[in-house]
């Protein structure tokens, strides 16, 4: 069994392309260490991959999205997110039926500007826009307590 | 040029009487006649008279008038001088005595008479000299006179005519709905001699508004006359049939609408819970076989005067001019039919002179709400949003197409925005932008199906804020104009 001792002794004699696919397995530990199953980034990831699944766009279990490079970036959108989706609802269950509603629409927004095709990492870059866009479908409904009423009778109509 | 023909001798020493000794009525002879109506020394008088209500916008009185004629009367040897004596001391016996209400009315009809036959002979004048081409010049003449039918001297309110007022109130709370709780509650209605605006964007279901009013007001035995330039008579009498009964076009299994649930908070006030989606069946289409005989035993039900209360009369669109809506309202009237609330849908396509269009626009809608005025019915009219109105997701009152001074014309200005999300959950949103009598600046959120022709099945009233959200400084600006006023 090699030791850790000789895989360190080893990383000198790495080619660089060796060194490049070390460093992104790096990432990847980093990652996976950082965000636990349950916290919000790691929901809201997970309803971007359902909501694109559905909608037939991308296939993409939820380990490769955690593993690209846009997910440090999408983490930290997603943390202020939350705080909007908070401001919208007091109810964890609410909460997440806006923002898959959110995401939605998202993938609706990116769809109509022809010129972008609609992939997971276009939307997990684009995340940041999403209560920009229920506001822009919704004016002012989050605001007023309205948009997770509006939100559940949607899902609810939802097959 | 109007002949002028002398007014009856007794009228015209009552006329005189009351413009020489009279501060109240003597104003509204001294606008009414000129010296010349009068003849003899009547004439002399009048024009004494008539220079110093110019010169001190009141009447001579007995103090004066015996003054101003001092020139001729001090001379005993000039033989009008008699004459003139006679004629003061006739005055000063009358005064008081002169019934001034018939005496003005008697002047009216002297002064329509005259000027129906300078209409007549300029009419005529016109036809002889152009023949076909100026038949519109002629109509404009003959209108002008018809227009002219409405001049008032009625002395006006006085202040302790409060009776009048509380009849104006209950009527106004009373007369007219729009079948939206929050509006009807806070009296944001039609109402008589004022317009309400309805602004929307294109294609957003303006006419659905104006069924929507047709209907309750209908079912409340108002006479309503629904003037479109846009969409066919029969079209809108079949939305009439979908609103009033709920029924679809076509024949469909099931229609999805959108429900409000409400809760009562603490207070026992009804607060929104939530929405739900069910599903109606409806009774009857107007695509099904049954439908006829639908129709007639439902209209047959009611027992009201079904037949009489409704018109729907469709003008070409740009073909409607002022004096055709004029002459087309005298005509119902000559058939006893002097409608209560008038829906014009609209305006904008009325005939507007192309080369001055948007001022053309914002008069068009003065004399309409002057017609309204005269005529004494409610005016509804749906007005276009501008494309940036369009484009935004809150249509609001400065979103007005064409002219903005319209917003100025309007008593009431309701503006109605939908995105497509919200069209998507069968949700609208109405805010009413300005109203002249009562408050103003608040939205209601309501659920729809046109499908079914319902313009409003559940409604409730957006938190205030919502308001200002779209109108960031209005109140503002509204608290700055009430203290300047104070």
Same mark, same amino acid.
């Given at each position: 069994?090699?030791?850790?001792?000789?895989?360190?002794?080893?990383?000198?004699?790495?080619?660089?392309?060796?060194?490049?696919?070390?460093?992104?397995?790096?990432?990847?530990?980093?990652?996976?260490?950082?965000?636990?199953?349950?916290?919000?980034?790691?929901?809201?990831?997970?309803?971007?991959?359902?909501?694109?699944?559905?909608?037939?766009?991308?296939?993409?279990?939820?380990?490769?999205?955690?593993?690209?490079?846009?997910?440090?970036?999408?983490?930290?959108?997603?943390?202020?997110?939350?705080?909007?989706?908070?401001?919208?609802?007091?109810?964890?269950?609410?909460?997440?039926?806006?923002?898959?509603?959110?995401?939605?629409?998202?993938?609706?927004?990116?769809?109509?500007?022809?010129?972008?095709?609609?992939?997971?990492?276009?939307?997990?870059?684009?995340?940041?826009?999403?209560?920009?866009?229920?506001?822009?479908?919704?004016?002012?409904?989050?605001?007023?307590?309205?948009?997770?009423?509006?939100?559940?009778?949607?899902?609810?109509?939802?097959? | 040029?109007?002949?002028?023909?002398?007014?009856?001798?007794?009228?015209?020493?009552?006329?005189?009487?009351?413009?020489?000794?009279?501060?109240?009525?003597?104003?509204?002879?001294?606008?009414?006649?000129?010296?010349?109506?009068?003849?003899?020394?009547?004439?002399?008088?009048?024009?004494?008279?008539?220079?110093?209500?110019?010169?001190?916008?009141?009447?001579?009185?007995?103090?004066?008038?015996?003054?101003?004629?001092?020139?001729?009367?001090?001379?005993?040897?000039?033989?009008?001088?008699?004459?003139?004596?006679?004629?003061?001391?006739?005055?000063?016996?009358?005064?008081?005595?002169?019934?001034?209400?018939?005496?003005?009315?008697?002047?009216?009809?002297?002064?329509?008479?005259?000027?129906?036959?300078?209409?007549?002979?300029?009419?005529?004048?016109?036809?002889?000299?152009?023949?076909?081409?100026?038949?519109?010049?002629?109509?404009?003449?003959?209108?002008?006179?018809?227009?002219?039918?409405?001049?008032?001297?009625?002395?006006?309110?006085?202040?302790?005519?409060?009776?009048?007022?509380?009849?104006?109130?209950?009527?106004?709370?009373?007369?007219?709905?729009?079948?939206?709780?929050?509006?009807?509650?806070?009296?944001?209605?039609?109402?008589?001699?004022?317009?309400?605006?309805?602004?929307?964007?294109?294609?957003?279901?303006?006419?659905?508004?104006?069924?929507?009013?047709?209907?309750?007001?209908?079912?409340?035995?108002?006479?309503?006359?629904?003037?479109?330039?846009?969409?066919?008579?029969?079209?809108?009498?079949?939305?009439?049939?979908?609103?009033?009964?709920?029924?679809?076009?076509?024949?469909?299994?099931?229609?999805?609408?959108?429900?409000?649930?409400?809760?009562?908070?603490?207070?026992?006030?009804?607060?929104?819970?939530?929405?739900?989606?069910?599903?109606?069946?409806?009774?009857?289409?107007?695509?099904?076989?049954?439908?006829?005989?639908?129709?007639?035993?439902?209209?047959?039900?009611? /027992?009201?005067?079904?037949?009489?209360?409704?018109? #729907?009369?469709?003008?070409?669109? !740009?073909? %409607? =001019?002022? *004096?055709?809506? +004029?002459?087309?309202?005298?005509?119902?009237?000559?058939?006893?039919?002097?409608?209560?609330?008038?829906?014009?849908?609209?305006?904008?396509?009325?005939?507007?002179?192309?080369?001055?269009?948007?001022?053309?626009?914002?008069?068009?809608?003065?004399?309409?709400?002057?017609?309204?005025?005269?005529?004494?019915?409610?005016?509804?009219?749906?007005?276009?949003?501008?494309?940036?109105?369009?484009?935004?997701?809150?249509?609001? /009152?400065?979103?007005?197409?064409?002219?903005?001074? #319209?917003?100025?014309?309007?008593? !009431?200005? %309701? =503006?109605? *925005?939908?995105? +497509?999300?919200?069209?998507?959950?069968?949700?609208?949103?109405?805010?009413?932008?300005?109203?002249?009598?009562?408050?103003?600046?608040?939205?209601?959120?309501?659920?729809?199906?046109?499908?079914?022709?319902?313009?409003?099945?559940?409604?409730?009233?957006?938190?205030?804020?919502?308001?200002?959200?779209?109108?960031?400084?209005?109140?503002?600006?509204?608290?700055?104009?009430?203290?300047?006023?104070?």
């Amino acid at each position: 069994m090699t030791t850790a001792k000789e895989v360190l002794g080893l990383i000198a004699q790495l080619s660089p392309e060796e060194m490049r696919k070390l460093r992104q397995a790096l990432r990847y530990i980093k990652v996976e260490e950082e965000v636990q199953p349950g916290d919000q980034p790691s929901d809201t990831l997970a309803i971007l991959a359902n909501v694109l699944k559905k909608a037939g766009l991308e296939f993409r279990d939820l380990g490769s999205l955690r593993r690209s490079q846009y997910f440090p970036a999408f983490r930290d959108k997603s943390e202020k997110l939350w705080e909007y989706l908070e401001m919208a609802s007091s109810d964890k269950t609410k909460q997440m039926a806006i923002l898959s509603f959110g995401i939605r629409l998202l993938v609706d927004n990116i769809r109509s500007m022809n010129y972008v095709p609609v992939s997971a990492h276009v939307v997990m870059q684009q995340i940041h826009r999403v209560p920009s866009v229920l506001d822009q479908a919704f004016p002012g409904y989050a605001e007023f307590g309205l948009l997770g009423k509006v939100v559940t009778m949607e899902e609810d109509n939802d097959p | 040029m109007t002949p002028r023909r002398k007014l009856r001798r007794p009228l015209q020493e009552d006329l005189l009487t009351l413009l020489c000794l009279s501060k109240e009525d003597g104003k509204a002879v001294y606008h009414m006649v000129t010296p010349a109506h009068f003849e003899g020394e009547y004439k002399y008088i009048a024009t004494l008279a008539s220079d110093f209500w110019k010169k001190h916008n009141t009447c001579p009185g007995e103090a004066h008038i015996a003054d101003l004629m001092d020139e001729v009367i001090s001379d005993k040897n000039n033989p009008r001088t008699p004459v003139l004596k006679g004629i003061l001391s006739n005055m000063f016996s009358l005064m008081g005595s002169i019934n001034t209400v018939y005496v003005l009315d008697r002047v009216q009809q002297f002064l329509r008479v005259q000027e129906l036959k300078g209409t007549i002979i300029k009419s005529a004048e016109v036809i002889q000299l152009k023949e076909e081409e100026g038949l519109r010049e002629a109509e404009e003449i003959i209108d002008k006179f018809r227009r002219n039918k409405q001049a008032d001297f009625s002395p006006g309110l006085r202040f302790d005519n409060f009776d009048q007022v509380l009849k104006y109130n209950e009527r106004r709370e009373r007369e007219f709905v729009t079948g939206i709780k929050e509006l009807d509650t806070m009296n944001i209605v039609p109402a008589r001699q004022t317009l309400m605006l309805y602004l929307g964007e294109a294609k957003s279901g303006k006419s659905w508004m104006c069924v929507n009013l047709i209907k309750y007001n209908f079912l409340q035995g108002k006479k309503i006359l629904y003037i479109s330039n846009e969409m066919g008579e029969e079209p809108i009498l079949q939305r009439c049939y979908q609103s009033i009964f709920s029924i679809t076009k076509r024949p469909v299994d099931n229609v999805e609408v959108t429900r409000f649930m409400f809760e009562k908070d603490p207070y026992g006030r009804e607060v929104l819970k939530g929405f739900e989606t069910i599903g109606v069946v409806p009774e009857f289409s107007m695509g099904s076989r049954n439908a006829r005989t639908e129709l007639l035993t439902r209209i047959r039900a009611w /027992g009201i005067n079904a037949h009489k209360n409704l018109v #729907i009369k469709r003008f070409p669109p !740009r073909s %409607l =001019t002022l *004096s055709m809506y +004029r002459n087309y309202l005298d005509s119902l009237e000559d058939k006893d039919f002097c409608p209560d609330l008038v829906i014009i849908d609209y305006p904008a396509k009325m005939y507007i002179d192309p080369r001055n269009y948007r001022i053309e626009m914002g008069s068009l809608m003065d004399n309409l709400r002057a017609e309204a005025v005269a005529r004494n019915h409610a005016l509804f009219c749906p007005h276009q949003a501008t494309r940036s109105g369009a484009k935004a997701r809150t249509v609001t /009152g400065t979103d007005l197409s064409e002219d903005w001074s #319209i917003a100025g014309v309007a008593d !009431r200005i %309701l =503006t109605f *925005s939908r995105t +497509r999300a919200e069209k998507q959950a069968r949700l609208a949103r109405l805010l009413v932008d300005r109203d002249r009598e009562e408050g103003d600046g608040f939205g209601v959120l309501m659920s729809q199906n046109y499908s079914i022709g319902q313009y409003c099945l559940d409604s409730t009233l957006l938190p205030p804020e919502y308001f200002e959200k779209f109108y960031p400084g209005r109140r503002e600006d509204d608290e700055g104009k009430s203290e300047a006023d104070q």
